[in-house]
């Protein structure tokens, strides 16, 4: 099954009807934060982060009526300035966190470790670390809200380690398209 048509199965089980009429595209989202912490909060009150710490926008943490994310990768990046600006890798952290959609749990305890696959936030010195959820994915609905936590800990010793970091939720996307020209 094509991760649109996984897409579209979801939705029309839970009523979506007209995300089939909506424009496909490959879609990113992608929060951080600044301050260094032993768990972060993503996409919650990210509405309140301007970009370039956030690209979720006014909407915050749900998408619009007729807009939808199958997440196929998860991935964790630290940035390196107070400004969101500059990035880095996960540096000796691994991250342990949970995916979590509407009041439910789908994704828990998971690990993303440092030196995973390279993915996006790489200038070809500096890989984020990512999961691979391609060929499963799991769809964000429309007006849904979504967060991730995230505990970061050390890849060595695997204790608890505080620092900063982003996280970014990366698939196949549905935009709201009115069929119309303006």
Do not use: W
């Not at 490959?26 to 600044?34: F, G, I, K």
């Not at 982060?49 to 807009?67: D, I, K, M, T, W």
């Not at 440092?114 to 990512?130: H, I, L, P």
């Not at 608890?160 to 935009?175: E, P, Q, V």
């Amino acid at each position: 099954m094509s991760a649109q048509d996984k897409m579209l199965n979801v939705a029309s089980r839970l009523g979506l009807t007209t995300l089939k009429d909506m424009q496909g595209t490959t879609r990113m989202v992608y929060d951080s934060q600044t301050t260094a912490a032993l768990t972060h909060t993503f996409f919650k009150g990210a509405a309140q982060r301007a970009f370039p710490l956030s690209n979720v926008g006014a909407n915050g943490n749900q998408f619009q009526v007729n807009e939808a994310l199958l997440v196929e990768k998860i991935g964790f990046f630290i940035p390196s300035a107070a400004d969101g600006i500059a990035y880095g890798g996960l540096a000796g952290n691994s991250v342990k966190f949970d995916l979590v959609i509407g009041n439910k749990t789908v994704i828990k305890d998971a690990t993303v470790e440092f030196g995973g696959e390279q993915a996006f936030y790489n200038d070809g010195t500096v890989a984020s670390s990512v999961i691979d959820l391609e060929g499963v994915g799991i769809l964000i609905p429309p007006q849904v809200e979504y967060y991730v936590i995230a505990k970061p800990f050390d890849t060595v010793n695997r204790g608890a380690g505080a620092t900063r970091l982003g996280c970014y939720l990366f698939g196949t996307g549905a935009l709201l398209n009115f069929n119309t020209t303006i």
